[in-house]
């Protein structure tokens, strides 16, 4: 099995969405199961059939997790190559096709999240960062072509925000 490399909020947060999962997700899906098995005849119990899928999906979301945390390596800022883009190190972009600037902070696959500008380090912008410092061009391909990008500043974990 391949580690996952991780932050310690991505951990936490994992480890979080699973105490959830177990402690208040299980047993509301365990009532509603109970609940419609009350009603009778199972055979054409749609309420029953719903819980029974809800329980399958959890279920498999809880395994996923558990496999994910069981396979995290919390990597430690300390131990990585100071001004370089890794893993829990928040980047600072200019787009050389567009000239736009942005930020985005690396992270595993399972803590990414576009939208809070968490891309992961799978992710074809993070490979090309990965490694890379301030002042430095890289030019990744994307899905939607060729992107060139200038890094303007890592910050370590230490220091983002």
Known sequence: ?????????????????????????????????????????????AEYDAAKEEQG?????IAKLQDQLSRAIVLDDQSLPEGKAHIGRRVELEDLNTGKRFSYTLVSEAESDFASGKISTGSPVGKGLVGHGAGEEVTVQVPAGTKRFRILRVVSSADVQ
């Open 57 to 61: 999906r959890l279920e498999a979301k």
């Open 1 to 45: 099995m391949n580690s996952i490399y991780m932050t310690r909020e991505g951990r936490a947060k994992l480890e979080e969405e699973l105490r959830f999962l177990k402690v208040e997700e299980r047993p509301r899906i365990k009532r509603q199961i109970v609940e419609a098995r009350e009603k009778g005849d199972l055979t054409e119990n």
